[in-house]
């Protein structure tokens, strides 16, 4: 963390391929330790910022006391900027219940491939994050696939693997 102040950036992690470990056939996925904070070290960000981890979960599993609580924690903390690590299969559904919050920057964001892995897109993802959540105006986004959505005008196309405008 690199200090923590109501101007810096909170970030909240709730699970998603992002942060998953894969085992073998014989087994499943697990969700590890958020690798977000290393990143944003590795990245030597110097804007302060605080991490927070809500939950491990794979979006299919959220429920909807999940979202009032990544709601809550959004709407009671002093921070206006605000980064939220998601699966990406249920984000939008979490965008909507993030849409009554107003005065703050929100922004979603997840991997289609674990940052643990060589070829994933968590890095440039989590930045494109951190940097829209400074800049962009009060709203809910969604930050995938080189494009800030807003929420409410965004879907996962499954077949295509990618955030789509809609
Ligand atoms: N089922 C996963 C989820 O939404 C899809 C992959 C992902 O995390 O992006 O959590």
């Known amino acids: 963390m690199a200090g923590t102040t109501a101007d810096g950036v909170l970030i909240l992690t709730t699970g998603g391929t992002i942060d998953k470990l894969y085992f073998d056939a014989l087994s499943t996925y697990q969700i590890g330790d958020s690798v977000v904070g290393s990143l944003l070290q590795i990245a030597r960000v110097t804007m302060p910022f605080r991490l927070v981890e809500l939950m491990r979960k794979d979006s299919l599993e959220l429920t909807d006391a999940d979202r009032s609580h990544i709601a809550g924690a959004v709407a009671d903390t002093p921070e206006r900027r605000i980064v939220i690590t998601h699966g ?37 993802n989590l930045g494109m994050a951190f940097a829209a959540a400074q800049v962009a105006p009060a709203g809910v986004w969604i930050a995938m696939n080189g494009t800030m959505f807003p929420a409410d005008r965004v879907r996962k196309d499954r077949a295509a693997n990618a955030f789509v405008a809609q």
Do not use: C, H, N, Y
């Open 88 to 124: 990406t299969d249920t984000m939008t559904q979490t965008a909507q219940a993030l849409a009554g919050i107003g005065g703050k920057t929100i922004v979603l964001v997840g991997a289609l491939a674990p940052a643990r892995f060589a070829e994933s897109d968590a890095t440039f």
